[in-house]
């Protein structure tokens, strides 16, 4: 598969499959996303996998921990950054209102609202979840690295016929998957990616976000043809 292939096929993958995906696969995905540009070679990434039992336990611990807070915990970092511009929060609404429109949940209907943002943390049915940590004491440019690194993880999934969600939203538990994962009290957790096999029947895979117009996103100068 050609990487513009991987990149026009992937999407945020919202609804996956039971059918279990070997360790050998995900291991060959990770090890080749090691590949990332990385500057100064640092390699600030982190990742842990979990499924069967281990996942479960997660999801468990999470379920019972949204019953007392629906929203979540306080993140370690700002998931979108504060008086977001226009620009900007006009894009994440149309996002989100898409979503909720392709599955008639109107705007008032919050307890359905709720219903499906928690379905993040069941990693919308995946049998693998990828979670991926940085060093706390990173900066900007390690933070770009990370998500090369985890682009990288998203193509290659794709590669190999498997789709994917970057989730963020596990942010606002990092405590249980710190907890879970046994991670190094020096790393932050950054996000899950769920990764699975697509169900094709659920509507919500339809959904395709649009994307900002050449023109807008990039200027040419020096060119001469």
């Known amino acids: 598969m050609k990487v513009s292939d991987a990149l026009h096929q992937r999407i945020s993958c919202r609804s996956f499959l039971s059918k279990k995906i070997s360790k050998r696969i995900i291991k060959k995905i990770i090890e080749q996303?090691?590949?990332?540009?990385?500057?100064?070679n640092l390699q600030p990434w982190k990742a842990f996998i979990l499924s069967g039992e281990p996942l479960k336990k997660l999801i468990k611990d999470?379920?019972?921990?949204?019953?007392?807070?629906?929203?979540?915990h306080v993140t370690e970092y700002k998931i979108y950054p504060d008086n977001l511009p226009d620009l900007y929060m006009k894009r994440r609404y149309k996002c989100g209102e898409d979503l909720y429109s392709l599955l008639q949940i109107k705007r008032e209907d919050k307890e359905n609202r709720i219903k499906q943002f928690k379905k993040n943390f069941n990693l919308f049915?995946?049998?693998?979840?990828?979670?991926?940590?940085?060093?706390?004491?990173?900066?900007?440019?390690?933070?770009?690295?990370?998500?090369?690194f985890v682009q990288s993880v998203l193509?290659?999934?794709?590669?190999?016929?498997?789709?994917?969600?970057?989730?963020?939203?596990?942010?606002?538990?990092?405590?249980?998957?710190?907890?879970?994962?046994?991670?190094?009290?020096?790393?932050?957790?950054?996000?899950?990616?769920?990764?699975?096999?697509?169900?094709?029947?659920?509507?919500?895979?339809?959904?395709?976000?649009?994307?900002?117009?050449?023109?807008?996103?990039?200027?040419?100068?020096?060119?001469?043809?």
């Not at 996303?33 to 100064?40: C, L, Q």
């Not at 999470?62 to 979540?72: A, D, N, Q, R, T």
């Not at 169900?199 to 900002?212: F, G, L, M, P, Q």
């Open 33 to 40: 996303a090691s590949k990332s540009p990385s500057g100064g």
């Open 125 to 148: 049915g995946a049998p693998v979840g990828i979670f991926v940590f940085i060093n706390r004491s990173m900066g900007y440019p390690q933070w770009s690295d990370l998500g090369m």
């Open 155 to 225: 193509l290659l999934a794709k590669e190999n016929n498997l789709d994917t969600c970057a989730q963020e939203s596990w942010a606002v538990f990092h405590k249980l998957v710190h907890k879970q994962v046994k991670a190094p009290k020096e790393y932050m957790l950054f996000c899950g990616i769920a990764i699975g096999h697509m169900d094709k029947t659920n509507v919500i895979n339809k959904i395709r976000t649009e994307r900002a117009n050449i023109d807008d996103l990039a200027e040419f100068f020096g060119f001469e043809d």
């Open 62 to 72: 999470v379920e019972k921990e949204l019953i007392k807070y629906p929203k979540g």
